[in-house]
């Protein structure tokens, strides 16, 4: 870096880094950590379902509550593209607090017993929050590094996947093992940090800066650590038997671990400071990558791409009028253009398919755990692995896939055919389950369902353009909640309790001689699970068919306008 910051430069300075792209950067890290607290429903579900007397089709329609909640975004993109993203966080905060709190005071008998359609409206309220956390943190970090997006899409996407077992920690370090408390503190928690850095995210101009894939990789090493030891300390956990002082000894460590990309933040933006106090030309010297373009001397002030160009007075027509003048993939798109467009209906089937399954096997992990005769320590591990390989999932899919794209241009959606065939593997192994092999089948589970969303994304914005991408994105991921809801209410849930009358029938019991439905035994989640297995497979065949559609596109400079529109530091 080769120089430090004078005495009276360090105000000016510190006003710099809070401005600055890196440092909204690593906000977006951390809002994005508190934004999977839907990831932990299965940790927290059976105290609901013991609380609130449900059987298991009424726990799976909460849980498709919470996905369609967590998915339909449509409205935070709308929001998102006539408010500031101050806004935008804010709200998420406020619905964030107000639906898990509901929550938490029904399960802790703060309030009398809700009816379960009240349940689902406050789950829902509370799992929407993170649309909004997603709208404002991830739409704005693409358009800030848009050369970077397959990467930046990872990590974010990741730091949301390590959400789960993160809370994990500073739940049992501040509350003790008590899942009641659980809730309550992913109610107060995402919602603090969303405030505290509500006016740091925003859209800046892009700026081509030396070593930014190398920074990523940076990043990418930091999260990798945090994952690695929330998998060993969870881990230690279950074999130790922990006090107070351990656990807040580990979250210690937890949250530095989550802070640590602070300092590379402060690093770049060092870095920058000093280009700008000594150009190229002077005797500083910067060491720049050979593989990034290189650095040229003089600024030009651009603007966005998508926005109009200077001089530019074309009078834009309505965008139901242009609905059938659909423009070159890559180009921006228009809502509507997007939407009725070929290629976005064939990710959407891929995604109903794909996403669908997945958030069906996550949110009954618990259940299958407790059907297969696990105890209740062990169960609670097989969660906090599919939080953690689901940032594996996350940060492997969006740097590899960038790699393949700009290296070998091979297609994005390709990858996400690979995807989904590891997903079946994993379905299969919990259709027909032997001596451990819920621990293979939660890796694999965890991995595949994380690697599918910045895959999504990635391609949402590739093929339609950044104009519209705080709806578009939105609009992508529509297709999982309709799909949780059939393959988890509508199949799992129905054929859970038809084993579970099954047994009871068996033993001479009625519905009535128990309080909550269980099912004990492989053969609880066999059929559902064989027909995830071919839907699955059935998604990666769909989205084959839009790799063949833009194999083409993908054999271009995809990113070859963005590059020219870059503003050199």
Same mark, same amino acid.
């Given at each position: 870096m080769g120089r430090g910051i004078k005495g009276s430069e360090l105000l000016p300075f510190t006003l710099q880094f809070l401005r600055g792209r890196w440092f909204a950067l690593f906000a977006s890290f951390l809002i994005m950590t508190g934004a999977g607290a839907t990831y932990l429903f299965g940790t927290y579900s059976k105290e609901i379902?013991?609380?609130?007397?449900?059987?298991?089709?009424?726990?799976?329609?909460?849980?498709?509550?919470?996905?369609?909640?967590?998915?339909?975004?449509?409205?935070?993109?709308? $929001?998102?593209?006539?408010?500031?993203?101050?806004?935008?966080?804010?709200?998420?905060?406020?619905?964030?607090?107000?639906?898990?709190?509901?929550?938490?005071?029904?399960?802790?008998?703060?309030?009398?017993?809700?009816?379960?359609?009240?349940?689902?409206?406050?789950?829902?309220?509370?799992?929407?929050?993170?649309?909004?956390?997603?709208?404002?943190?991830?739409?704005?970090?693409?358009?800030?590094?848009?050369?970077?997006?397959?990467?930046?899409?990872?990590?974010?996407?990741?730091?949301?996947?390590?959400?789960?077992?993160?809370?994990?920690? $500073?739940?049992?370090?501040?509350?003790?093992?008590?899942?009641?408390?659980? $809730?309550?503190?992913?109610?107060?928690?995402?919602?603090?940090?969303?405030?505290?850095?509500?006016?740091?995210?925003?859209?800046?101009?892009?700026?081509?800066?030396?070593?930014?894939?190398?920074?990523?990789?940076?990043?990418?090493?930091?999260?990798?650590?945090?994952?690695?030891?929330?998998?060993?300390?969870?881990?230690?956990?279950?074999?130790?038997?922990?006090?107070?002082?351990?656990?807040?000894?580990?979250?210690?460590?937890?949250?530095?671990?989550?802070?640590?990309?602070?300092?590379?933040?402060?690093?770049?933006?060092?870095?920058?400071?000093?280009?700008?106090?000594?150009?190229?030309?002077?005797?500083?010297?910067?060491?720049?990558?050979?593989?990034?373009?290189? $650095?040229?001397?003089?600024?030009?002030?651009?603007?966005?791409?998508?926005?109009?160009?200077?001089?530019?007075?074309?009078?834009?027509?309505?965008?139901?009028?242009?609905?059938?003048?659909?423009?070159?993939?890559?180009?921006?798109?228009?809502?509507?253009?997007?939407?009725?467009?070929l290629d976005m209906w064939v990710l959407f089937l891929a995604t109903f398919c794909g996403l669908g399954a997945s958030l069906t096997a996550v949110d009954n992990l618990g259940q299958i755990g407790e059907s297969l005769g696990y105890p209740n320590k062990t169960v609670t591990s097989f969660v906090s692995l599919v939080s953690i390989w689901n940032f594996f999932g996350r940060v492997f899919s969006g740097f590899v896939s960038e790699t393949l794209i700009v290296k070998y241009k091979v297609p994005r959606p390709l990858m996400m055919t690979l995807v989904l065939l590891l997903a079946c593997i994993g379905y299969v192994l919990v259709a027909f389950p032997m001596p451990g092999s819920l621990y293979v089948a939660s890796i694999i589970i965890g991995f595949s369902f994380g690697a599918q969303l910045p895959l999504i994304f990635a391609i949402i914005s590739e093929l339609f353009g950044l104009k519209y991408y705080s709806t578009l994105f939105n609009c992508g991921q529509l297709a999982s909640p309709l799909g949780s809801y059939i393959f988890n209410v509508k199949l799992t849930g129905f054929l859970y309790d038809r084993e579970a009358m099954k047994d009871l029938a068996k033993k001479g019991l009625t519905r009535s001689s128990v309080k909550a439905l269980t099912c004990i035994g492989s053969h609880c989640y066999r059929l559902p699970f064989i027909i995830l297995t071919f839907v699955t497979f059935f998604g990666a065949l769909t989205s084959l068919i839009l790799v063949v559609r833009t194999r083409n596109y993908y054999r271009s400079d995809i990113y070859k306008k963005f590059r020219e529109n870059a503003e050199s530091l």
């Open positions: 379902k013991a609380t609130l007397d449900y059987d298991q089709t009424t726990l799976n329609l909460l849980g498709f509550s919470k996905d369609l909640g967590a998915n339909v975004g449509v409205f935070s993109g709308l $929001i998102a593209e006539v408010t500031p993203t101050w806004f935008v966080l804010l709200v998420g905060a406020a619905l964030n607090f107000g639906g898990y709190f509901m929550i938490w005071l029904a399960v802790t008998g703060r309030i009398a017993k809700p009816k379960v359609w009240q349940m689902c409206i406050y789950i829902c309220i509370g799992a929407n929050s993170q649309n909004f956390a997603n709208t404002g943190a991830l739409v704005t970090s693409v358009k800030n590094f848009p050369e970077s997006r397959g990467s930046m899409l990872g990590l974010l996407k990741g730091y949301t996947g390590l959400s789960g077992a993160v809370m994990t920690q $500073i739940y049992l370090a501040v509350y003790g093992n008590d899942s009641k408390s659980l $809730i309550l503190l992913i109610g107060w928690l995402p919602a603090a940090i969303s405030v505290i850095f509500v006016y740091t995210i925003r859209t800046m101009k892009p700026v081509r800066h030396p070593n930014e894939i190398r920074v990523f990789y940076q990043f990418l090493s930091a999260s990798i650590l945090l994952a690695v030891f929330l998998m060993l300390i969870t881990l230690t956990e279950k074999l130790v038997t922990f006090s107070k002082a351990a656990y807040a000894g580990a979250a210690t460590v937890v949250c530095f671990l989550v802070f640590s990309p602070l300092f590379i933040s402060v690093r770049e933006e060092l870095l920058i400071w000093n280009m700008q106090k000594h150009p190229i030309g002077s005797p500083m010297e910067i060491t720049v990558d050979k593989s990034t373009p290189e $650095i040229v001397e003089s600024k030009q002030v651009v603007s966005m791409p998508g926005s109009p160009k200077q001089g530019d007075e074309k009078v834009e027509k309505s965008c139901f009028l242009t609905i059938c003048d659909r423009p070159e993939r890559g180009e921006d798109y228009t809502i509507l253009q997007a939407l009725t467009s």
